[in-house]
């Protein structure tokens, strides 16, 4: 009896335990998500200039903070192109002149999941005749507007309730966001194959993270506008995960060319493998499909001679 009694006190001790630890992991839970996530809200509300970035501007009210849901709240219409990109954070506030308070400048802080997504965003907005800025890792100018991107964020600074705002007070505020960015200035690694690539128009070149050309078998990639024997062209490459992935966005858009009824030309190997073409939507074409990647030549008279530049961006992908 004595060992029955004993036995039923070790058990009902141990279910106690049992349930104390179990209390204890729920409320360390609920206690240390939101400090996570609060710290994550800090940092990036912490970018934005609490006391102006310039004399007589001055912040109103506070920092706003959006997320994936709630992103349309400020930027209805635009949402839609960011959430491909990674996008995680919005840190917006609105700063005005103690001197004109009808005249406001509003600063947009978003944070992406990588410098690759940043870029991207970033390249979605850049015109090639843009004045450039020296913020970041690069950054562009007008009267009415600045943006930038660095490190995994894109900053985009407008002028409200004027037509336009003189530059130098863009660029004060640019570089008071840039200090308080984390450091890292450069440009994404996939980017090198066109950079400093002869032929290759300034500022032309942006990452799509999705449906390259339009089209849904050519996953994320970089395309830029080109001259080539005098001709304006347009280059590309589509980055996969694996050969056999790339292989088949190849086979996938042969498919696609073979059903539109165009006349194709295929060569190669196992390894390596290329086609000529009429494509409807971009004249003639001469994409190759080499491991991973994707690589292609677009609105050419002639598809044939978008080879030597494919062959050169290929060399240029196998020494990155």
């Given at each position: 009896m004595h060992d029955h009694r004993q036995r039923v006190r070790t058990l009902s001790l141990w279910r106690s335990a049992v349930i104390a630890s179990a209390v204890l992991?729920?409320?360390?839970?609920?206690?240390?998500?939101?400090?996570?996530?609060?710290?994550?809200?800090?940092?990036?509300?912490?970018?934005?200039?609490?006391?102006g970035f310039a004399s007589n501007w001055v912040i109103q009210d506070r920092v706003t903070l959006y997320n994936s849901d709630t992103l349309f709240d400020h930027i209805?219409?635009?949402?839609?192109?960011?959430?491909?990109?990674?996008?995680?954070?919005?840190?917006?506030?609105t700063y005005l002149n103690k001197k004109d308070p009808e005249?406001?400048?509003?600063?947009?802080?978003?944070?992406?999941?990588s410098l690759l997504n940043a870029f991207g965003i970033y390249s979605n907005y850049r015109k090639a005749d843009a004045a450039g800025?020296?913020?970041?890792?690069?950054?562009?100018?007008?009267?009415?507007?600045?943006?930038?991107?660095?490190d995994r964020y894109f900053v985009r600074i407008q002028v409200t309730g004027a037509a336009s705002l003189e530059q130098d007070l863009f660029v004060a505020c640019g570089r008071t966001v840039s200090r308080n960015l984390p450091t890292n200035a450069g440009s994404p690694r996939e980017l090198e194959v066109l950079t400093g690539m002869p032929g290759v128009v300034t500022k032309s070149e942006r990452y799509l993270a999705q449906s390259l050309l339009g089209y849904a078998f050519f996953n994320r990639g970089m395309i830029t506008d080109f001259m080539l024997g005098g001709e304006r062209v347009q280059v590309f490459v589509v980055f996969e995960n694996s050969t056999e992935a790339a292989r088949k966005a190849f086979d996938d858009y042969r498919s696609y060319l073979k059903?539109?009824?165009?006349?194709?030309?295929?060569?190669?190997?196992?390894?390596?493998i290329s086609l000529t073409a009429v494509d409807p939507l971009y004249r003639g074409v001469f994409v190759e499909q080499s491991g991973p990647y994707l690589i292609g030549a677009i609105r050419m008279k002639e598809a044939s001679i978008g080879k030597p530049i494919v062959e050169q961006m290929r060399e240029r992908l196998l020494k990155r």
């Open positions: 992991c729920v409320f360390v839970l609920t206690i240390s998500t939101p400090v996570h996530v609060f710290a994550a809200e800090d940092s990036i509300k912490n970018i934005l200039p609490a006391s209805n219409g635009e949402a839609e192109l960011y959430f491909p990109y990674g996008f995680d954070m919005l840190a917006t506030a005249v406001w400048v509003v600063v947009d802080v978003y944070r992406m999941d800025v020296v913020i970041g890792a690069e950054g562009f100018v007008s009267s009415s507007q600045l943006m930038f991107y660095q059903t539109e009824g165009q006349e194709i030309n295929v060569i190669g190997t196992t390894d390596r």
